[in-house]
């Protein structure tokens, strides 16, 4: 009895404010509007799904120091059309079954306006079908496996920004060629990343000239590859491909030094390296493949990463807060033209992006072979040298020589 | 075959740390009767003070070269105080209540327990999983046939050297045999006058101990991370099934087995690599259908 009469004095109390809030004068300068607006409107809301924990939690939590960092600015300086961003963070522990569920939640119960994040393949296969039948805007970041291509082919609220694994192939396959380096050996981890990798290396390397002459699968997270890099060894390898999880390739590169295997070249393509890898002794001489390093000379990149140091105390760890910052300012934007729950504008406007990113290149997106919306395209090769990144491919873009 | 020496040597190797955290979950298991599915996170809280004591020294104290021996040297008392006065807390306040239970409740509560740990962990300490840079990870010792990082040595080492010093403390010392006792039979160790309750809390918190000294060494091997408990565990667990429920001794030749078996599987199955993990799984199922006693009895 009592608590229906808190009830109703609630509701009465709720009333009243709600006619006093209905007298009130037009405000009377815009300034003022604008803040009465904001703080009236409800957030708008944007789900990402990233790998806060688990073998990429680093990359994950770099992800989601970027858009943070962009949330940030973005409602410092008005919000979308007045109303503040809000993102909702959902972890995908790496792991298919919880990104489906975390999907579920984030477009069925949080209700987002539009889906972003993804890093690992096998996490975006599993979403395929989830994402097909929710149809909802989708500015995905990461996922480069073809199969996730082809799963989402002719789906135009689909915008994809990294590039795709025959991309990444393309771009890793020009600078091996330029290397003196004859027979390769790959080793890759066996989820959908590294075999996608691998089953590419198989043709294109001897459709270049080169020959693979060892492939070895391993379960990412296991602590001794020493079994493994004694017949890669054995196998006359000169250089070393690694398709690893950052997790992995500490153990991987210490436990080379214990079998004594010194390729001439170790190219490692991981989504990104451990956070301070650089200063660690086995980094020298290390190349790999990145979207990004965070020297490039471009001003957006400068001001991306004085912005987000001074923010964090240290620098990007890897070219993923940098895609990320990228996603949700261009998603974001579109958000403005377009306005709230309007999907066909929505594309439109994202068709129109034009976005001079921290990336380097000024991001569109194009038609890729499957996929109607696709942003980056290429990517360039560096080195860890005295524990920074060089670019080291291609020569247009070179900040050193290999060494 | 020239890869024989080498593959025995890092199976041996790799086996000492499975037998110091086996060890830990055989004494619970052994004297108190407890299956203790919060051991892996024993582990890792040991890592994490291990972890911050590589902080520690390599960064406002600026060791440099002392910091690997020193993280072993103190981070072992550190961690092993550390989580006995945890996990004797633990078991007044928590396990005691429920010893008379039945055992599926006190699977729960240690359930439970490695699921609080992991997630309070995660929210203090951050979900990231951090790699320490020492120098011992890095620099390698020539033995001739095959090079180790000074880290697998020293993790051998230190790992026997604390589950042969547990033998000794079991078989030659007062509390060990009182220990033995409690395990053989509760009540009549209640009748000669042994507390009961006590060597219970001390053997849990012993455990804890052996599980943290585990835990400081795999920061020479691996990134640390709260999630690093499940994986060691489920080894412990194949080892524990493999020697025996409860059988100490047991331990140490369980060990041995799992590590040559996993790198002799890596090393000449071909994609071993990737199957390795599987097969402690495979040793449970075949120990359990065959010798549901373990391998020795």
Redesign the interface.
Known sequence: MRMHRIVTALVGIGLVAAACGGTTPAAPSAAASATASAAAKPPIKLGALLP????S??TG?DMKDGYELAVEQINAAGGVNGAKVQVIYE?DKNDPATAVASWEKLVNSDKVEVMMGGLASTISLALIEPAKKAAIPMAWTGAAATAFETGMAGQDWFFHYHPWEYQNATSALAFLKSTPIKKWAVVYE?GAFGTGAFTGFKTTLPAQGQELVSG????T????????L??VK?SGAEGLILVPF??DV??FL??M????YKPKLTYASPPSF????G????AEGVAGLTLWTADIPAPASKKFVADFTKKYNHAPISYWSALAYTNIVTATSALAKSGVGNKAAWISAMEATSYESPLGPTLKFTPSTTIKHQGFTSLVSFQWQSGKQEIVFPESLATAKLK | MEALPQTLLFGILRSGLYALTALGLAISLGVIGVVNFAHGEFVMLGAYVGFWLYLLLSGPLGLGPAVSPLVIVIGIPLSGIALYLVAAGIYRFTLRPVLRQPELNQMLLTFGLSILLVNGTSITLGPQAKDANLDWRFDVFDLGFASVTYARLAVFVVCIALVLASYVLLQRSRLGKQMRAVAQNRLGAQIVGIHVDRVYEIAFGMSAALAAAAGVMLVFQTQVSPYLGLGTLLKAFSIVVLAGLGNLTGVLWASLLLGLAEQGVSQYVPGGSALRDGLFFVIIFAVLLARPGGLRR
């Open positions: 806060l924990t688990g073998p939690g680093a939590q972890d066996d070895e699968a391993y379960k997270g296991s602590t001794d590859f020493t079994a493994l004694n017949r054995t950052a997790g500490i153990p210490t436990q030094r214990e079998v004594n451990p956070p301070d890898f200063k660690s002794p086995v």
